[in-house]
């Protein structure tokens, strides 16, 4: 088992900045890519980024440019550095992580809004 915290979410305007933490306790040996989730209301949950263990990164398209992954893997803790945040990021952000054995771990979620 693996579990998630995250943590960093907020309020904040548009054009601002926020960054994310998720801590990983447990089978930590087992993980294999760790990354971000968001669902917004009424829409499905959907990519924000992925990093594997040897620091590959994926961006989805609408956050390319802007948002930047990162993982510590001394504090087993993985990273979102979100700037030029827009209204249209407000959802629920959730930390996943993927094991060497193909389980899927999600963390409870934490809160990103965004005012225009």
């Known amino acids: 088992q693996v579990q998630l915290v995250e943590s960093g979410g907020g309020l904040v305007q548009a054009g601002g900045s926020l960054r994310l933490s998720c801590a990983a306790s447990?089978?930590?040996?087992?993980?294999?890519?760790m990354g971000w989730y968001r669902q917004a209301p009424g829409k499905q949950r959907e990519l924000v980024a992925t990093?594997?263990?040897?620091?590959?990164?994926n961006y989805a398209d609408s956050v390319k440019g802007r948002f930047t992954i990162s993982r510590d893997n001394a504090k087993n803790t993985v990273y979102l550095q979100m700037n030029s945040l827009k209204p249209e990021d407000t959802a629920v952000y959730y930390c996943?992580?993927?094991?060497?054995?193909?389980?899927?771990?999600w963390g409870q979620g934490t809160q990103v809004t965004v005012s225009s």
């Open positions: 996943n992580t993927k094991t060497l054995s193909g389980d899927d771990y």
């Open positions: 447990g089978r930590i040996l087992s993980i294999n890519v």
């Open positions: 990093i594997t263990n040897g620091r590959r990164t």
